[in-house]
């Protein structure tokens, strides 16, 4: 089983940059395509952006492209989210996830997940 842990919310205001943490359990976390999701007071989850298992790809929501990356460090079982250029509507609560059986393909469309962190509150004020 997997366990999922994601530290670094906070508030910050607009324009300003928060990065967020995502530290996983697991002997085989560089197999693992990662994904990470938002959800705003609300709303429903969204999809933010994923990497690959081995940190070679990432995709990303059209909202968050450009201002947003995806990174991680496979010899600490740690994927990172930076976030800049941050606006109101990113606020919410950021989620990471595995997806350990699926294509890249659909992990890519925010698909395919398994297990689920319990989510960092990320607020940022106008």
């Known amino acids: 089983q997997v366990q999922l842990e994601e530290s670094g919310g906070g508030l910050v205001q607009a324009g300003g940059s928060l990065r967020l943490s995502c530290a996983a359990s697991g002997r085989t976390f560089s197999g693992y395509h990662m994904g990470w999701f938002r959800q705003a007071p609300g709303k429903e989850r969204e999809f933010v952006g994923a990497?690959?298992?081995?940190?070679?790809?990432?995709s990303y929501a059209d909202s968050v492209k450009g201002r947003f990356t995806i990174s991680r460090d496979n010899t600490k079982n740690t994927m990172y989210l930076q976030m800049n250029s941050l606006k109101p509507e990113d606020t919410g609560v950021y989620y990471c996830?595995?997806?350990?059986?699926?294509?890249?393909?659909?992990?890519?469309?925010?698909?395919?997940?398994?297990?689920w962190g319990k989510g960092t509150l990320v607020t940022v004020s106008s």
């Open positions: 996830a595995t997806a350990r059986g699926s294509l890249w393909r659909s992990v890519a469309a925010g698909r395919g997940m398994d297990y």
């Open positions: 990497i690959s298992g081995s940190g070679d790809s990432t």
